[in-house]
C-alpha cells in the first residue's frame, strides 16, 4: 500500500475509487466497506483509496475550544491504522492534516479540490452518517447530486451489525473502557493490539526482576488501559505470552525518561535466549491484549510495586493455562520493516 502525506503527489494515481473516514481501530464495519471498495475499484480498473485524517477531527476542534475532555480516546495509533488498512487489500492511503484551513473548506470546495482535483474519485463510498465540510454541512445527498452532475458515483453502506449490534469505533471504545477484550475481538474481527519500536525506558524493571518491552502509544488518551495477559509477536518464530501495562504507570515518577508519555510496557513471560538481555531494542513488535487483569494501581513503594507484579505474572500464567488451545499460532504474522509506514 502506497501512503501519502495530502495529495499533491506524483506517485498518487490519477483516478481512484475512494472511500472517506477516521478508520479508528479498522473494525468489521470498516473491513467490510473497504472489501466492497476494492470490489469497485477492481470492476472500474482504478485503484483503491482511502482518505483519513491526523489528527482526528474531533482531536482538532477539542484543542481548539481547550477542552481535551471532548476528544475521543483512540483506539489505534496511525503507524497501526496504516497497517491494517494495508492488510484489508487497500491500493494506497491519502492522509490529510485535520488543520485550519480543512476545517473552514466549503463542502462544495472539498468536492472540487479535494476528491476532483486532488484525488481524480471516479467512485466514492461514504457510511451512512458521513457528514463534511465547514459546520458539517455536505451530506451524503449533496455528494450523491454533485456526483450526478459532474461525473463521480457515489455510493452509501449502511451499518454493519454483529448480535444485533451496530458496529462503529464507539462500541469498540466503550468494550475496550470496560476491559471486555472477548467483546472486543468480535468488534474488531481480530484480538487488539498494539505495535511499535520497543524503545528505552528507565530500566527500572530490569532492576525489580521484570524486564519490559517499552512501546509508545503515541496519542495522549488510549481507548484501553490498565493490566492485560497478552501475546508478543516479532521476536521470534512463536508468540511469546506476557504481562503488560498500558497506562502513565502511576506509580513512578512522571519526570522519568519517557516525559510522562502513555507506554505500554510488556514483561514476556518467557525470554528468547537468542536475543541476549538487549536484542529487543529497535524491533518492530505486535502486541496483543487478550486479557484485562485490573486498571492501573498506585503502589507506596517498589517492594509493593515487585509484589504486585508478581502477582500479575501468575495471573497472566493461570489466564494462559485455563485458555491453552483457544488461540491461534500466530494472529498476526507481517513483522517485516516497510520503510514508508516506519516514516508515519
Known sequence: MKIFRGFHHPGLAPHCALTIGNFDGVHRGHQAMLALLKNEAQHRGVPSCVMT????????????????????????????????LQRCGIDQCVVLPFNAALASQSAEAFIEEVLLQGLGARYVLVGDDFRFGTKRTGDYAM???????????VARMNSYEVSNTRVSSSAVREALAQGRMDRVTSLLGRPYSISGHV?????????????????????????????FAVRVHGLGAQAIPGVANLGIRPSLDPNDVNGGRVLLETHCLS????????????????????????????????????AGIAKDCDDARAFFSAAQGSFPAAMHTETSRQITRDRI
Not at 271 to 276: A, H, K, R, S, V
Open 53 to 84: 485524517f491526523e489528527p482526528h477531527p474531533r482531536d482538532y476542534f477539542a484543542r481548539l475550544a481547550r477542552k481535551p475532555e471532548l476528544a475521543p480516546a483512540r483506539i489505534a495509533t496511525l503507524r497501526d491504522k496504516l497497517t491494517e
Open 143 to 153: 455528494l450523491d447530486a454533485a456526483g450526478s452532475r459532474l461525473g463521480f458515483d
Open 199 to 227: 524503545v528505552h525506558g528507565r530500566k527500572l524493571g530490569r532492576d525489580l526482576g521484570f524486564r519490559t518491552l517499552n512501546l509508545r502509544f503515541s496519542h495522549w488518551k488510549p481507548a484501553a488501559s490498565g493490566i
Open 271 to 306: 525470554w528468547p535466549p537468542e536475543l541476549g538481555p538487549e536484542g529487543a531494542y529497535g524491533k518492530i513488535i505486535f502486541v496483543e491484549l487478550l486479557h484485562k487483569l485490573h486498571d492501573e494501581l498506585k503502589y507506596d513503594s517498589l517492594d509493593s510495586l515487585k
